[in-house]
């Protein structure tokens, strides 16, 4: 038997289980969290910080997607600060890197496109850091163009956590932080990757994309197929 | 080739000169044999000073390899433990000085002061250092080493060492000041079947080196701590995590626990009771966020080292998911002599919330840069003009800069505040580690935030998004600022930039960031305003650049 909590989210009542986190809550009750590195069938890591909320009698902010939920609690998911804090964040995700939505084979496709936009982001105060950086191409169905990539690192966990073949990893540190593949290794030289295109299928911008592709053209389905993967899963008892 | 096989033969190459001189001692010249003395050639002087009291026909005299004598600026520093003589920068040429000195040492001398650098300190984390040997366990027992440890094992419960603990008032030394029997009484009661203890000896902080002098100069003392508390938190396996940055400490802490677990201090069934604890070491490879506890811990796993959320915190779920408590070098030194001299005696010592000694590196523009453990609630004037021995060439005293990288600035009007964790926090700056960077009026403020900052960015790991992005672009800001190239526009956005990075950051790393800007702007906010309005660097530091002409 698990225990029921019920708190509070922006003044609303809701319910959840013991267990659950605060962004899982919010989004049963329509109430919408803001997060890039939160996907839905892999484990959570905190670290994108656009789903940072208030929560009552604690001095510090707290990721939604990794707090587990108490009775009693009151979350603040929506604020004046929280707003303007996640556009900073989202404003410092296009700034760290080259992102040219016009060129980008993920236009109108992507997340931190639909980010800005839903956080209104409507220009960047922040200096652009434009450092140089690769293009792999050199796998034979896909191709990772770092400088549309914002190191949600849900590649990485979808390869080690559903694949199981964890051919992404991560090297470097700070901004030189990049995913690789196999040790650094060029992606088309991997022996462990799969070719399965999971890597691609929940990278939230265009950093991750299929060969073959013109602008704005990009594939991605959005089809849920993690939490689909995720109830397989339980119900095999894995 | 590395320096840890030269930090290891130096072992050996100190027993043979050893031989020679053992037998009952009239005199004795310590030498110190910590990182800093040592890369002046102390080691040189330890065999030639053998050699020359060989020579010399003194059987009756003992030269002594020991650990820091704590005035790191005048090494290689040797003393003569019976006056309490002591001999600074001592060269090849001084040898003979030395042995003269030590055939006059009469058995009715007795130590003279050595002045206030010496007098006015409490040692207690740094109670044996420079007086054993930290290579010999004889040496430590002799001095009152692991007796604390043998009643703990034959006349107490665990639960009456976590009270002694909590009545000393002991708190981390690390920085962030957890009450540390609280700390050791959260692991004990965690579920689970298997727990660790941590020694957290990542010490990263730009002039901090507390925690490398304690482990060069008696990690028996480290050991034995860890020792009590693996008893009091029923832990059976334990870690030194330790920088690899600092060989010498890791070579005698290695040695160290060999030599402990051969006299059975450490292995199974420790001093003949049924308690079992071991040590192993691992070691840092250069991340200065490998000090926070979770990246840690995922560096000791293996993994990648960067920090997760809290909670849920390490004492609940930490190495290996198993609860598992972290303590800092300093924080385990203090553990022996707390249990040994009693609990009031240590709340005795201190200032309100913060009892007992703290351990400072002083640094910078300082006539006594060196290690130094005063009581808590000394006044900063106290240990900087005093014990410090003041500014160099009677320069004036601008700031001391404490708490590391996520620390600030303390100017000359809080010169008379009591250090202690709260008076620290009040005045805008933190504890940290205790790292102590004194600055004169050389020092440009705006210069030394940007080089705080220019440090957090590069050790940011690169996980969390505020503190990638936000250190590079606070350091920017910062960069055109002592350019003479930025507006106010520009210094505001660096406050609200600042105030977001501290706020929205994962772990410590980034939520201390910004505080060097925030107590510099604080303290000398004219001095950003010099550079931005006025164009100029009031310290002479900054190279202001040309000003555009605007076409």
């Known amino acids: 038997m698990t225990t029921v909590f019920t708190f509070r989210i922006d003044g609303k009542d809701v319910a959840g289980s013991e267990g659950q986190t605060v962004m899982e809550v919010a989004e049963e009750n329509g109430i919408d969290i803001p997060g890039l590195c939160h996907l839905e069938g892999i484990h959570d890591r905190g670290a994108c910080r656009l789903c940072m909320v208030e929560i009552a009698g604690s001095p510090k902010l707290a990721a939604a997607c990794m707090t587990k939920i108490a009775e009693g609690m009151d979350v603040t998911a929506h604020s004046d600060v929280l707003l303007e804090y996640r556009r900073t964040v989202t404003e ?147 | 080739m590395s320096e840890m096989p030269a930090a290891a033969r130096a072992v050996r190459r100190r027993a043979t000169t050893e031989e020679v001189h053992e037998g009952p001692a009239r005199a004795t010249a310590y030498v110190c044999e910590a990182a800093s003395c040592m890369s002046a050639q102390a080691h040189d002087i330890t065999l030639r000073l053998g050699e020359s009291a060989a020579r010399a026909g003194l059987s009756d005299v003992m030269v002594k390899r020991v650990g820091c004598l704590g005035l790191c600026a005048a090494g290689p520093l040797v003393e003569i433990a019976e006056t309490g003589r002591l001999f600074d920068h001592v060269r090849p040429d001084d040898v003979e000085g030395i042995v003269g000195a030590l055939r006059k040492v009469k058995p009715t001398d007795t130590r003279a002061s050595q002045g206030p650098f010496f007098e006015k300190q409490v040692r207690v984390a740094t109670e044996n250092m420079g007086r054993v040997d930290p290579e010999s366990l004889d040496d430590y027992v002799a001095h009152g080493g692991y007796e604390a440890l043998r009643t703990v094992l034959s006349e107490m419960t665990s639960a009456e060492v976590r009270d002694q603990i909590t009545q000393s008032g002991l708190r981390g030394r690390g920085g962030a000041g957890f009450p540390t029997g609280l700390k050791w009484t959260t692991v004990a009661k965690a579920q689970g079947s298997q727990k660790y203890v941590i020694c957290n000896a990542d010490e990263g902080d730009p002039g901090a080196f507390m925690d490398r002098s304690v482990l060069e100069s008696d990690p028996y003392r480290v050991l034995e701590g860890m020792t009590i508390a693996a008893f009091a938190v029923h832990a059976t396996e334990g870690y030194v995590y330790c920088r690899a940055e600092y060989p010498l400490a890791v070579a005698r802490l290695r040695n160290a626990i060999r030599m402990a677990q051969r006299a059975g201090w450490l292995g199974t069934g420790i001093a003949d009771t ?101 009581p808590m609630g000394m006044t900063l004037r106290e240990v900087v003009y005093d014990i410090g021995g003041g500014i160099i060439d009677g320069r004036p005293f601008k700031a001391v800069q404490t708490g590391g990288p996520s620390g600030g600035c303390i100017p000359a009007e809080h010169l008379d505040m009591p250090l202690s964790y709260e008076s620290l926090i009040e005045v805008g700056s933190f504890m940290g580690s205790g790292g102590l960077i004194v600055m004169d009026d050389t020092s440009c403020m705006v210069d030394v935030a940007k080089y705080f900052q220019d440090f957090c960015r590069d050790e940011s790991c690169g996980k969390c998004v505020p503190c990638r992005v936000g250190t590079t672009q606070l350091w920017m800001i910062l960069d055109q600022i002592t350019r003479g190239r930025a507006t106010l526009d520009d210094l505001a956005q660096l406050e609200r930039l600042a105030r977001m990075i501290q706020r929205m950051s994962l772990c410590g790393l980034g939520q201390g960031a910004p505080n060097p800007i925030f107590s510099t702007l604080r303290y000398f906010r004219d001095e950003y305003l010099a550079h931005i309005v006025d164009r100029v660097c009031p310290a002479g530091v900054c190279t202001i650049e040309p000003a555009e002409v605007m076409a």
Not at chain 1, 164 to 191: F, K, N, Y
Not at chain 2, 321 to 342: Q, S, W
Request: glycine letters at 10%; a positive charge; one cysteine or more.
């Open chain 2, 274 to 374: 049924s308690f079992s604890f071991d040590v192993q070491v691992r070691l840092g490879a250069g991340a200065f966020v490998c000090g926070e506890e979770t990246a840690l811990i995922a560096s000791v796993e293996g993994r990648r080292g960067t920090p997760r959320p809290r909670p849920p915190y390490p004492a609940m779920q930490g190495l290996w998911d198993c609860p598992t408590l972290i303590n800092n070098v300093e924080t385990f030194a203090n553990v022996p002599t707390i249990l040994r001299k009693g609990a009031e005696w240590y709340a005795g010592i201190g200032l309100g919330k913060s009892k007992g000694t703290k351990v400072f590196a002083l640094a910078g523009r300082i006539v006594n840069t060196g290690l130094v453990e005063v």
């Open chain 1, 92 to 238: 410092m995700m296009f700034v760290e890197r080259n992102h040219v939505c016009a060129v980008c084979v993920a236009n109108n496709h992507c997340e931190l496109q639909d980010m800005a936009e839903g956080l209104g982001v409507t220009h960047f105060d922040l200096p652009r850091i434009s450092p140089k950086v690769d293009i792999d191409a050199s796998h034979r169905l896909f191709a990772i163009d770092h400088n549309r990539c914002i190191l949600c690192l849900r590649c990485v966990r979808v390869c080690d956590e559903i694949e199981g073949a964890h051919t992404w990893d991560v090297m470097h540190r700070g901004l030189e932080t990049r995913v690789q593949t196999d040790m650094g290794i060029p992606w088309g030289e991997s022996t462990t990757c799969t070719s399965c295109g999971k890597c691609v299928q929940v990278c939230p911008t265009g950093a991750l994309f299929e060969k073959g592709r013109a602008v704005a053209r990009g594939s991605k389905t959005k089809r849920p197929f993690l939490p689909w993967m995720k109830v397989v899963a339980e119900e095999r008892g894995l």
